[in-house]
């Protein structure tokens, strides 16, 4: 599993809540994208 | 074409920290063989006395760490000139260590080390690997302590007296640092207090940070107080 630590927060990538997410979203941007995006771009193109 | 051998920038005498001897009691060492690091020569920047090397397209960094007493570890450089091509560095390390099991340390050869001197990491042997020259034990000198000498062979020398070494690239995703490779890239990040860290040591083989030292546990703390970010296995 993979951990990400910045300021206080503590999220471990695959436990995220939706919730999380958002903040994750908002705070480290270019961390979301990197651990989330791909995997929406990859269910929305196995999708088409 | 001869190579270029002119002045391109000041040289700078550094007024803001006092001169000392030594080096930390540890040097962190990995294989010659295999390493895939390239040169990136840094003139007038942030160091301006030290060539920096641009980090790691290895996927396996494997750094191994040699602890001493005191002053126990030496580094250095010498240079040799040359009639008939651009003049070089021999570069040297020396320990006397107190070592238990002399299998690897009689084995070890072709190395490249990096060792911390103030707040700077400097690595030597990086183009060419350093080499043992010597390795004794006396039993009745030197409180039979191993003494070890490693250098740059004879017509293998280095372009420059030394190099800094710098974690300027922190994106080890997916690749397979061990722990002691983990603690060292920490142990620089938190060396220098910086909210723009943002180091990946997650996915691949990476050591999990149940695997790591106290040390390096703690260096990630330092680095996220900083204002930094980390990213690594569990």
């Known amino acids: 599993m993979i951990q990400i630590n910045y300021k206080d ?40 | 074409m ?25 040097a962190w060492v990995m294989p010659y063989e295999g390493r895939e690091y390239a040169l990136k ?5 942030d ?27 030496n580094v250095g450089s010498e240079l040799v000139t040359s009639e008939v091509k651009r003049n070089g560095f021999t570069h040297k390390f020396t320990g006397i260590l107190s070592q238990v099991g002399n299998k690897l340390l009689d084995t070890m050869d072709g190395i490249i080390v990096i060792v911390k001197k103030g707040d700077k990491y400097l ?17 009745n000198d030197n409180s ?28 080890y995703s997916g690749k397979s640092l061990t722990a002691q490779s983990i603690e060292l890239i920490l142990s620089i990040a938190a060396s220098i207090n910086s909210p723009n860290w943002e180091i990946d040591i997650s996915g691949g083989t990476n050591a999990a940070i149940g695997t790591w030292s106290a040390q390096a546990v703690a260096d990630k703390a330092t680095i996220i107080a900083n204002g930094g970010s980390v990213i690594n296995n569990i």
């Open chain 1, 9 to 48: 927060r503590s999220f471990i990538i695959e436990q995220m809540t939706e919730e999380d997410k958002e903040i994750l979203k908002a705070e480290k941007p270019e961390l979301y994208e990197k651990h989330f995006k791909d995997s929406k771009e990859l269910k929305n193109k196995k999708k088409k």
């Open chain 2, 2 to 26: 001869a190579c270029n051998t002119f002045i391109t920038a000041d040289i700078i005498n550094d007024c803001t920290k006092r001169p000392t001897r030594g080096i930390y009691p540890t």
């Open chain 2, 41 to 45: 020569t840094v003139i007038g920047e």
């Open chain 2, 47 to 73: 160091n301006p006395v030290y060539n920096e090397i641009e980090q790691l397209t290895a996927p396996a960094l494997n750094f191994y760490k040699i602890g001493a007493e005191k002053f126990a570890l």
């Open chain 2, 123 to 139: 690595c030597y042997g990086l183009q060419n690997g350093l080499w043992k020259t010597a390795q004794s034990r006396m039993a």
């Open chain 2, 144 to 171: 039979g302590l191993v003494t070890v000498e490693f250098a740059s062979r004879a017509d293998m020398e280095e372009d420059y007296s030394e190099y800094y070494f710098n974690a300027v690239y922190n994106n």
